[in-house]
Every structure is written in C-alpha cells, then in structure tokens.
C-alpha cells in the first residue's frame, strides 16, 4: 500500500503531552517526515529523519517509529500549536512521496 | 536564506492547461536536490504532485502522471509544472518546495508561500 493514515483529529489540554500517529505499511521501510501547518499559511517541517528537528523548531517536538507507525509527539503542548499535522514519507517504491490526511491538533 | 515563490494565471478555465512556475532565490538549482509540486484543494489535505531532480529526473503521482510535466530551468533557476485538462477538481493552492532524499528518508525543508488555482469558466 502507498497509503499514510492519519487520526483526523486529536485535543490535548495546555502543557500536556500528546502523540500524533502515522500509519503505512512504507513506514517499515522508511522514515516519515512531518508539517505542521497553519490556517493560510504554508506547511512547516518539524520532523525528519530518525528523530530531527530543523532549526528553530523548539525542542518539544520529537518524532519516532516502531514497525509501520511513526509518531510526532509534542511534550508540553503550546496553544500556539494548534495546527494541521502533516506525515509524509516515500512510497513502497522509494521513488514517489505520499501524505497522510492530516490530524488536526487542538490544545483545550 | 532558500525562498521559493510561485507565479502564474490564478484562473484556468476547464479542459486548459495550468501552468506555473516557482523561482528560487538563495540556492542555485543546479547544485542539487530534488525540487516538487504539492497541492492542496481547500479544506483538504496535501497531495504530492511530483518532483523534478536538477539533471531532469522526474518522478509523478500515478494518479496525475498523465497530465503532469514537470520541468527545469537552471539557467533562471526556476522549475515549472504544467497540469493538463484540467477540472474543478484540479482546483488547490499549489506549492513548490525543495526536496530532500536520502537512503530511507525524505523530507521538503523549503517551501513556497503557495497560490491558488481555480478551474471555472
């Protein structure tokens, strides 16, 4: 399969821990990458690699992967990180690049 | 600092061809990388439209490859997609992004601001 599935959407309560999942059988083989994305403004990559943060994306962003599931997980949670959530990661083929639907994050 | 700035007609009739074109500034497109397409139909999700590697590589979505033609242009540094016959449902905010692979992993570090495409007549 070249699907990604993603939960659509997830809430977490100011400054807890939450964990958005990733799921698809290239995920065995290859590392998911991930977007956070606000309303009317481009995506914005947070994850890549193992477990890579660009720079400036604070530290509370971490990514990780176990069989076909990766995970962003987001320890202490900011209202400013109230946003769509985007995996992404190569094919079954290793040529082309699929998205999940998304999982839109709410801090309550 | 990578920018990357789409350009092109935010109308396209039916049956037409979308064409736009993504310039780059601070990277010169022939040192590397991949450089690709993203669309986003309003209030759905990204889809990957394809990717074009400098030498002219090009790898599509199997569920747009026959409409798609990604292209390059070192010599201005910009890359450029063509969608054919079009519909309402080809209506998105295109992205362009530069692209990043590796052995097991791939990512797109940068990415253009967007722009809106409508089909209509």
């Known amino acids: 399969s070249s699907e990604l599935t993603q939960d659509p959407a997830v809430s977490v309560a100011l400054g807890q821990t939450v964990r958005i999942t990733c799921q698809g059988d290239?995920?065995?083989?290859?590392?998911a990458s991930w977007y956070q994305q606000k309303p009317g403004q481009a995506p914005v990559l947070v994850i890549y690699?193992?477990?890579n943060r660009p720079s400036g994306i604070p530290d509370r962003f971490s990514g990780s992967s176990s069989g076909n599931t990766a995970s962003l997980t987001i320890t202490g949670a900011q209202a400013e990180d109230e946003a769509d959530y985007y995996c992404?990661?190569?094919?079954?083929?290793?040529?082309?690049?699929?998205f999940g639907g998304g999982t839109k994050l709410t801090v309550l | 600092q990578v920018q990357l700035q789409e350009s092109g007609p935010g109308l396209v009739k039916p049956s037409e061809t979308l064409s736009l074109t993504c310039a780059v500034s601070?990277?010169?497109?022939?040192?590397?990388?991949?450089w690709g397409w993203i669309r986003q139909p309003p209030g759905k999700g990204l889809e990957w439209i394809g990717s074009?590697?400098?030498?002219?590589?090009?790898y599509y979505n199997p569920s747009l490859k026959s409409r798609v033609t990604i292209s390059v242009d070192t010599s201005k540094n910009q890359f450029s997609l063509k969608l054919s016959s079009v519909t309402a449902a080809d209506t998105a905010v295109y992205y362009c992004?530069?692209?990043?692979?590796?052995?097991?992993?791939?990512?797109?570090?940068?990415w253009g601001q967007g722009t809106l495409v409508t089909v209509s007549s």
């Open positions: 601070g990277y010169s497109i022939s040192s590397g990388y991949y």
């Open positions: 690699g193992k477990n």
């Open positions: 992004a530069r692209d990043r692979t590796g052995y097991d992993w791939a990512f797109s570090d940068y």
């Open positions: 290239s995920l065995r083989s290859y590392y």
């Open positions: 992404n990661s190569r094919d079954s083929s290793g040529n082309l690049r699929v």
């Open positions: 074009i590697y400098h030498s002219g590589s090009t």
